[in-house]
Nanobody
Framework: QVQLVESGGGLVQAGGSLRLSCAASGSTFSGYTMGWFRQAPGKEREFVAA??????????ADSVEGQGQFTISRDNAKNTVYLQMNSLKPDDTAVYFC?????????????????WGQGTQVTVSS
């Protein structure tokens, strides 16, 4: 069973950048689709980005894709997935979660992932 640990969150001013990391341990990383989600206070958890195993296909929420603000990537040799976040805004403030599911499919719904990290807080000040 894969375990996930996120890191890289923190406090940043609007317009700044952060890179989140999600390290997987406990089992092979291969064959897993990896996703990033976020949850702001009082709001539901929402999809941010996902990356598949087989072809490294990347998928983004509409709220971040058009701006090219976030980039998801993975280093399979290091069992780590990343979320590069640029031009951050106060609305990006949330707890960011890494998620995994052993599948080759693109999945974007939280209910489709069965392994979750504990989350890392990202706070963007204005």
């Amino acid at each position: 069973q894969v375990q996930l640990v996120e890191s890289g969150g923190g406090l940043v001013q609007a317009g700044g950048s952060l890179r989140l990391s999600c390290a997987a341990s406990g089992s092979t990383f291969s064959g897993y689709t990896m996703g990033w989600f976020r949850q702001a206070p009082g709001k539901e958890r929402e999809f941010v980005a996902a990356i598949t195993w087989r072809d490294g296909g990347r998928y983004y929420a509409d709220s971040v894709e058009g701006q090219g603000q976030f980039t998801i990537s993975r280093d399979n040799a290091k069992n780590t997935v990343y979320l590069q976040m640029n031009s951050l805004k106060p609305d990006d403030t949330a707890v960011y979660f890494c998620a995994a599911r052993r599948t080759l499919a693109r999945i974007t719904a939280a209910s489709e992932y069965d392994i979750w990290g504990q989350g890392t807080q990202v706070t963007v000040s204005s």
